[in-house]
């Protein structure tokens, strides 16, 4: 098997400079999403490292204010999501991908979910996991649990205190969490309900049966409202679980993308 590298590099895109890294050589183009305060890098090693080169071109991206996409500082206007869907498909085209797959985690499942129904004709394949198209009161519990980040574990801390320092980190989090918050208010704590019957494209849902951080409902309630979409649950997944358990993830993800 050929290895090939990973680059990493720049291109302005809604005009923002958004850091994004590619990989492999294949004809099908994937997209990986990351989560909050997410990038590349901190998200998606074990993807950017062992996907198949020759099946896939696989790219990951920091979105606005994430990672290395900064400047802009990271905000949570109420459209934070739809802003993200349209500079994650925008970057897709500045590259020439004509079409592509969206492999979309935790927030960045959400912004695939939207992307992938605004834009129908751009979008090959859905993978979505640790994802959710509403915000009830036990999630802005949840959330709220993490909002302190000097309270959470090292492992998970260090790799992102390292990326941004302490002081962005802790606001970042502090305003992620004051930013999904609001949708709780919104009638059904709707974020993009509304938009899952729109998506059309093969769409796969994985869900860790351990997440803490992301009721199993939520995977269910999107398997429900898109149609002919294939629900996997992992008994010991947690939200991590494509890092955990990459391996499994991996192939999964794969044959369902083949």
Sequence with gaps: ISYTSITSAKIQVNGVHLHYQQTGEGSHAVLLLPGMLGSGQTDFGPQLKSMNKQLFTVVAWDPRGYGKSIPPSRDFPPDFFERDAKDAVDLMQ???FKKFSLLGWSDGGITALIAAAKYPNLIHKLVVWGANASVTQEDVRIYNGIRDVSKWSEKVKKPLEELYGHKYFAETCEAWVD???HFAENSDGNICQQLLPDIKCPTF???GEKDPLVPQAHAEYIHKHIK????LLMPEGKHNLHLRFAKDFNREVENFLH
């Design 228 to 231: 002919g979409s294939r629900l």
């Design 205 to 207: 849902i994985i869900h």
């Design 179 to 181: 930013g999904i918050s």
């Design 94 to 96: 500045a590259l020439k």
